[in-house]
Each structure stands twice: as structure tokens, then as C-alpha cells.
């Protein structure tokens, strides 16, 4: 049971050594293996991933490790990083780290949309020729 418990631990390690390289696609699929906020008043840097009660989140820019600025007390520190089928979904909020480029898609309710515009950070429902439905 000894030898187990320290395999597991060691795979444990590797998977957190390896979880910074991932892509936001894949890295959304495996958020328990990104650290959570500790609250110890350190420097989180823009565009840190963090699990945020079993979602993936990033740091939008550079903010304090404080209670202040939790994802659910700050959420415009916060982007959501979720993927449903391969495609993200759209935010209600899309920041510039966010963006949509030119052509790629992603759900908006039950709905997938490809973005008609590069750099696109408006919904299908706030800028509707910014955007059009794609049959699955």
C-alpha cells in the first residue's frame, strides 16, 4: 500500500510540472491539477491559471493573492477558461484575453457561432453581425 501511495504522489508531481505548458483546451479539461489561491497576499501575474472551486480561471492582469480579489468577489480580474465539444464558450463578458479571432467558433447557449471579425470581445447577442450560427 506504501508503494502506492508514493506512486501516486509522484505522478501527482508530474502532472503539476506539466499542467503550466497545456493549452487552455486541454488545460480546462484537468483544472484540479492547477493551484487555488491561498489568500497569503502574493502577487498573482497576469494570466496565471488557477482551479477555482473545479473550474479553470486566469489571472486577467496582475493582482493580489487576497479575498478582495477572488474570482467571485473581483470577477473582471478573472477570465473564464471553458470549452464545451472542442469550442469555448462564449463569456458574457469577453475580455482582450478572450477575444475571438477570425473564424473561430464558440457556444453561446445552445448554439455554436463562428466570429466574423478578428480580435471579437461582443456576444452574438450585443454585436449580432459580428457573429454567425454554424450548423452542427
Known amino acids: 500500500?506504501?508503494?502506492?501511495l508514493k506512486n501516486a504522489r509522484a505522478y501527482r508531481k508530474?502532472?503539476?510540472?506539466?499542467v503550466p505548458s497545456l493549452d487552455d483546451k486541454t488545460a480546462s479539461t484537468a483544472a484540479a491539477?492547477?493551484?487555488?489561491?491561498?489568500?497569503?497576499?502574493?502577487?498573482?501575474?497576469?494570466?496565471?491559471?488557477?482551479?477555482w472551486g473545479g473550474k479553470l480561471k486566469r489571472a486577467a492582469v496582475d493582482l493580489w493573492d487576497t479575498a478582495e480579489n477572488n474570482p467571485d468577489n473581483?470577477?473582471?480580474?478573472?477570465?473564464?477558461?471553458?470549452?464545451?465539444?472542442?469550442?469555448?464558450i462564449i463569456p458574457k463578458t469577453i475580455t482582450?484575453?478572450?477575444?475571438?479571432?477570425k473564424d473561430e467558433c464558440g457556444y453561446w447557449g445552445d448554439h455554436l457561432y463562428k466570429s466574423?471579425?478578428?480580435?471579437?470581445?461582443?456576444?452574438?447577442?450585443a454585436y449580432p453581425s459580428g457573429w454567425e450560427i454554424v450548423e452542427e
Open 14 to 18: 508530474a502532472a503539476e510540472l506539466a
Open 33 to 51: 491539477l492547477f493551484p487555488k489561491l491561498k489568500e497569503n497576499g502574493a502577487l498573482v501575474a497576469a494570466g496565471t491559471r488557477i482551479n
Open 74 to 88: 473581483a470577477p473582471t480580474l478573472w477570465e473564464d477558461i471553458e470549452y464545451r465539444n472542442g469550442f469555448r
Open 116 to 125: 466574423l471579425i478578428d480580435a471579437n470581445v461582443w456576444t452574438p447577442e
Open 96 to 101: 482582450a484575453g478572450l477575444a475571438f479571432a
Open 1 to 4: 500500500m506504501n508503494n502506492i
